[in-house]
């Protein structure tokens, strides 16, 4: 087969955030394939075709991307942030697996790209120092009763955590009974990091306390960092503050 599949992460926004590895695929590819908001943030030009689709189309999508690459066509599945973070990545493979035998053999690369919750802690600090986790607030693939398990064990550990996709309007309540229930594991003075629309125009970030934390200020765009009961807040003078996680727990230093 002389086709191939990259599935590109274009970072959080910025164009100057897309690596020079998703640059030089984008550069090369016969066909663009994602969701509709993603595809138009890839510039057109002469020999690309884009074949752009809805947000819940992941198996379809990734199905039209292996036929493509079969055929000879060189393809780039985009996401934004990173493919391998909820997103793309996941989805091809999974129609790899349960799809035609052949695309097995296909030359199917994944081009990482910056996540959401590295750009937004980039912004506003360290808050990433220790260890941590992430959580899709998305009941769509998986049960919310196994969100409030993982929500729950992951504040009990003590992990910074962030989630992905807190709320839509059609998910309005989940961000809200999420933070219900990190009151009853953490302490009220834990830092959140809302970081909506984080390298573009529209980029809004402030850092809060638990207790001070509502759903009302994140929307689908917006990535929500949970501190540690480590995590911790500089203050300054000219802007906000500096918020980061010590690097050791349970040391002596």
Not at 78 to 103: K, Q
Not at 229 to 251: D, H
Request: proline share 7%; aromatic share 6%; charged share 20%.
């Amino acid at each position: 087969m002389t086709g191939w599949l990259a599935i590109a992460g274009l970072g959080p926004g910025a164009a100057q955030l897309v690596t020079p590895e998703v640059t030089a695929a984008l550069a090369e590819a016969t066909d663009l394939v994602g969701y509709a908001p993603y595809v138009a943030r890839v510039p057109e030009r002469p020999g690309l075709t884009r074949h752009r689709s809805d947000n819940r189309e992941e198996i379809d999508r990734a199905g039209l991307a292996l036929r493509l690459a079969a055929a000879g066509k060189r393809v780039v599945v985009v996401s934004s942030g990173d493919p391998g973070v909820f997103a793309m990545a996941a989805a091809v493979f999974e129609a790899v697996e349960a799809g035609d035998p052949a695309w097995r053999d296909l030359d199917i690369r994944v081009l990482p790209g910056i996540s959401a919750m590295f750009a937004a802690a980039a912004r506003i600090g360290a808050p990433l120092g220790h260890d941590f986790c992430a959580i899709n607030l998305s009941d769509n693939l998986k049960p919310w009763e196994l969100v409030e398990r993982r929500l729950r064990l992951a504040a009990q550990a003590d992990f910074v955590i962030a989630l992905y996709n807190p709320l839509s309007s059609a998910r309005p309540w989940q961000l809200g009974r999420a933070f219900e229930l990190l009151r009853e594991e953490l302490p009220d003075s834990v830092p959140v990091v809302f970081a909506r629309a984080v390298s573009d125009a529209a980029e809004a970030i402030e850092a809060v306390t638990l207790r001070e934390a509502v759903a009302g200020r994140a929307d689908m765009r917006t990535l929500v960092l949970i501190g540690s009961s480590r995590t911790r807040l500089i203050a300054r003078a000219g802007g906000p503050p500096f918020v980061y996680t010590p690097r050791s727990a349970g040391v002596p230093s």
